[in-house]
């Protein structure tokens, strides 16, 4: 059957799908491979506002979740715009998988991760042995090993273990018991370095968690001076009281920043109807505001030694921010990106977040936004960052946060490719709509 018929029939199955009143629900969170890419994204059911008010606050269960997941992705926004030319983990259900639902989805794309509370009935273990005889990736989630789930072993490519709360020897000798059976043991809620750096030892293949953006302090909590001078200079370049000499100063005070943020502006991602030759020049054609957005955007990402997927995770939090406070009253949409942009200031000095904005000259209303989420800057940042964890929304912000994260993902996509300097100004394997005429440049 067609991947569009199949489509078709989950959304008449699971509820009809109304396009002018559903929202997107879907977030992702980062798999790593042990050379520290990225190599796929665990796609995630995120409810709505309309789901988080249904009686009793239940949310969908895990079939609905997982059409919703299928439909949003394929249907709608494009698998290539969430995940690129990545893989995408979906989580499946009981029925979702003895219905063969999961045959709409493309195999080469897609790795099915069969949840916990799935039980390996006859029903089921014929499912996924067809499943995988058509070409299907299988993973097990939430993995715990004993006699019932022992029948899942067989027809598995893929075992995630939690390894939060777990020794050592008990990790050994579980990666001891499934090795035997399966290729690839990933290693989810891997939220320190530490951690990872445990799990790299233990022989996991795969890391799932938000370990590269958590601090990792120096022995005595001494901030190296090249991250904090870093920080210091992009949060300059967002003072009120710059004008556009003292801009044009700040930047050219940094050679590098002044050649690679002139590469930035010449990219594909802002199609530019004339080259931009100067600092000066970049001030007359784009503005003010755009200019230092990214000249901050610039300094950030010439960071050396942290992981690229931290950056692109503070590209998409600081986008979906600012989009979500254009849409808000009394929101600032360019402070919203700042904050955004800065709560991950901590990973990025290695030093606890507090410690970090204090020695930086932002504004006590910026400060007291990331810190104590207080303002509407503040409660949307903190929207934005519940809504990555899995956490519900609150504010009545779900909706305007899940549409705007899904068109923060394609935009930080463009963003990081041309900070990249790739020829296309996009990740490998994204294809997203670029600005032509008739449609707007990325917002400054």
């Given at each position: 059957?067609?991947?569009?018929?199949?489509?078709?029939?989950?959304?008449?199955?699971?509820?009809?799908?109304?396009?002018?009143?559903?929202?997107?629900?879907?977030?992702?969170?980062?798999?790593?491979?042990?050379?520290?890419?990225?190599?796929?994204?665990?796609?995630?059911?995120?409810?709505?506002?309309?789901?988080?008010?249904?009686?009793?606050?239940?949310?969908?269960?895990?079939?609905?979740?997982?059409?919703?997941?299928?439909?949003?992705?394929?249907?709608?926004?494009?698998?290539?715009?969430?995940?690129?030319?990545?893989?995408?983990?979906?989580?499946?259900?009981?029925?979702?998988?003895?219905?063969?639902?999961?045959?709409?989805?493309?195999?080469?794309?897609?790795?099915?991760?069969?949840?916990?509370?799935?039980?390996?009935?006859?029903?089921?273990?014929?499912?996924?042995?067809?499943?995988?005889?058509?070409?299907?990736?299988?993973?097990?989630?939430?993995?715990?090993?004993?006699?019932?789930?022992?029948?899942?072993?067989?027809?598995?490519?893929?075992?995630?273990?939690?390894?939060?709360?777990?020794?050592?020897?008990?990790?050994?000798?579980?990666?001891?018991?499934?090795?035997?059976?399966?290729?690839?043991?990933?290693?989810?809620?891997?939220?320190?370095?530490?951690?990872?750096?445990?799990?790299?030892?233990?022989?996991?293949?795969?890391?799932?968690?938000?370990?590269?953006?958590?601090?990792?302090?120096?022995?005595?909590?001494?901030?190296?001076?090249?991250?904090?001078?870093?920080?210091?200079?992009?949060?300059?370049?967002?003072?009120?009281?710059?004008?556009?000499?003292?801009?044009?100063?700040?930047?050219?005070?940094?050679?590098?920043?002044?050649?690679?943020?002139?590469?930035?502006?010449?990219?594909?991602?802002?199609?530019?109807?004339?080259?931009?030759?100067?600092?000066?020049?970049?001030?007359?054609?784009?503005?003010?505001t755009s200019v230092r957005r990214w000249a901050t955007v610039v300094v950030l990402a010439g960071l050396t030694g942290k992981p690229p997927e931290l950056m692109v995770l503070a590209l998409v939090?600081?986008?979906?921010?600012?989009?979500?406070?254009?849409?808000?009253?009394?929101?600032?949409?360019?402070?919203?990106?700042?904050?955004?942009?800065?709560?991950?200031?901590?990973?990025?000095?290695?030093?606890?977040?507090?410690?970090?904005?204090?020695?930086?000259?932002?504004?006590?209303?910026?400060?007291?936004?990331?810190?104590?989420?207080?303002?509407?800057?503040?409660?949307?940042?903190?929207?934005?960052?519940?809504?990555?964890?899995?956490?519900?929304?609150?504010?009545?912000?779900?909706?305007?946060?899940?549409?705007?994260?899904?068109?923060?993902?394609?935009?930080?996509?463009?963003?990081?490719?041309?900070?990249?300097?790739?020829?296309?100004?996009?990740?490998?394997?994204?294809?997203?709509?670029?600005?032509?005429?008739?449609?707007?440049?990325?917002?400054?």
């Amino acid at each position: 059957m067609p991947i569009t018929r199949a489509v078709a029939r989950i959304a008449r199955e699971q509820g009809s799908l109304d396009r002018a009143r559903r929202r997107t629900s879907v977030a992702r969170q980062p798999i790593f491979d042990r050379r520290g890419r990225v190599v796929a994204y665990e796609l995630l059911f995120r409810a709505g506002d309309a789901d988080e008010a249904a009686p009793g606050g239940q949310r969908p269960d895990d079939d609905v979740a997982s059409a919703r997941v299928l439909v949003d992705c394929l249907m709608e926004i494009g698998l290539d715009r969430v995940v690129g030319g990545r893989r995408a983990y979906v989580n499946v259900g009981e029925s979702f998988l003895v219905n063969r639902l999961a045959l709409a989805l493309p195999s080469e794309r897609v790795t099915l991760e069969i949840l916990e509370t799935v039980h390996p009935t006859p029903d089921v273990l014929a499912a996924l042995g067809e499943l995988r005889a058509a070409g299907y990736e299988i993973a097990l989630d939430d993995f715990v090993h004993d006699d019932e789930t022992h029948a899942f072993l067989p027809h598995a490519d893929v075992v995630k273990v939690e390894v939060m709360g777990r020794g050592d020897d008990e990790l050994r000798e579980l990666l001891g018991e499934l090795r035997p059976f399966v290729t690839t043991l990933l290693a989810e809620k891997v939220e320190t370095e530490a951690d990872h750096a445990r799990c790299l030892e233990l022989g996991f293949d795969l890391f799932q968690g938000y370990f590269f953006a958590r601090p990792a302090p120096v022995e005595g909590k001494t901030m190296r001076a090249g991250p904090l001078a870093t920080l210091r200079l992009a949060t300059v370049l967002q003072s009120s009281e710059l004008d556009l000499d003292r801009i044009e100063s700040e930047i050219h005070k940094d050679a590098a920043l002044g050649y690679r943020l002139l590469r930035h502006l010449n990219s594909a991602f802002f199609s530019l109807p004339r080259p931009v030759r100067s600092i000066r020049d970049a001030l007359v054609l784009l503005g003010e505001t755009s200019v230092r957005r990214w000249a901050t955007v610039v300094v950030l990402a010439g960071l050396t030694g942290k992981p690229p997927e931290l950056m692109v995770l503070a590209l998409v939090r600081a986008r979906t921010c600012e989009l979500v406070a254009g849409s808000t009253r009394g929101g600032s949409p360019e402070e919203a990106f700042v904050a955004g942009l800065l709560s991950v200031a901590d990973a990025l000095a290695d030093a606890p977040i507090d410690e970090t904005l204090a020695q930086l000259p932002l504004t006590p209303r910026l400060r007291a936004a990331i810190l104590e989420g207080k303002g509407v800057e503040g409660q949307i940042l903190r929207a934005v960052q519940a809504f990555e964890r899995g956490d519900s929304v609150e504010g009545g912000l779900g909706t305007a946060v899940a549409d705007a994260y899904v068109d923060a993902l394609a935009w930080s996509a463009d963003a990081a490719g041309s900070l990249r300097g790739d020829d296309e100004a996009t990740a490998p394997g994204t294809a997203t709509e670029r600005p032509g005429p008739g449609r707007a440049r990325p917002a400054a």
